[in-house]
């Protein structure tokens, strides 16, 4: 037996208990945590890194190229997708109005029109003419 | 060589065990789901449920470590596709509606 083998295979199975015990500790996160954005934030992040390390600890043990190019496909789409999913999910709960444990000050508190949530005083550039005549036709 | 199957074995048994465990809690989270309107325990139940889509996804790769079948991972691909879109679809329409 190589060295290579039983270094490729400790660093395998070190990888796997890595991403096993992030996955847990992102589902603590999710159950203990006294507030919604904390829970997101141990979701996304612990999850995200917990599933990257499975990955590519089942890259290292298999040694197989089928296995190697679907899991970097998920990876990269993981990697894209959450942080996405993510901010939907806080902008969603910061428009729901959802309690914030231990917060002293909230500077976005008065800043998003509330009805057609964009940021206040800030014109978003792909349809800037059409809301505003439209807004304007209706009051008028 | 008989060392090393039982790392193997040990290892893999320990990974299920954790993620099993992980699943428990996040169901409890989709269970007691907090918040003050019916919006806010939604968005937990969202959260709970992304948290779930990434635990599928690790029990198919440790499946796939398993049994050596790369079937598992392409189950993986789909599914992570499907959870992104129903969590985007979940929260636009709990940012929408009232």
């Known amino acids: 037996m190589l060295i290579w083998d039983v270094v490729f295979f400790w660093l395998a199975k070190g990888c796997i208990i890595i991403g096993a015990a992030f996955m847990f500790v992102a589902a603590v996160g999710v159950f203990r945590m006294p507030d919604i954005y904390m829970r997101l934030h141990a979701n996304t992040k612990s999850a995200t890194f917990g599933a990257g390390f499975l990955l590519i600890g089942g890259v290292i043990e298999l040694k197989d190229w089928i296995v190697a190019y679907r899991s970097l496909a998920i990876l990269i789409f993981l990697f894209a997708t959450a942080p996405v999913a993510a901010h939907m999910i806080g902008r969603a709960a910061h428009f729901a109005k959802a309690p914030r444990w231990g917060l002293l000050s909230d500077e976005m508190e008065d800043k998003y029109d509330p009805e057609t949530h964009e940021l206040a005083g800030m014109k978003n550039p792909r349809k800037p003419k059409t809301t505003k005549s439209k807004r304007e036709k209706t009051t008028k | ?98």
């Open chain 2, 1 to 98: 060589m008989e060392q090393m199957e039982f790392i193997d074995w040990i290892v893999n048994w320990i990974a299920f065990v954790l993620i099993l465990a992980a699943f428990l809690l996040a169901f409890g989270r989709m269970w007691k789901a907090e918040g003050p309107n019916h919006r806010t325990i939604a968005l937990d139940r969202v959260v709970a449920l992304d948290l779930i889509g990434f635990l599928s996804i690790g029990l198919m790769t440790l499946s796939t470590i398993q049994s050596g079948n790369a079937l598992f991972l392409d189950a993986a691909m789909i599914l992570a596709l499907i959870a992104f879109l129903g969590t985007v679809a979940f929260a636009r329409y709990l940012e929408k509606g009232k």
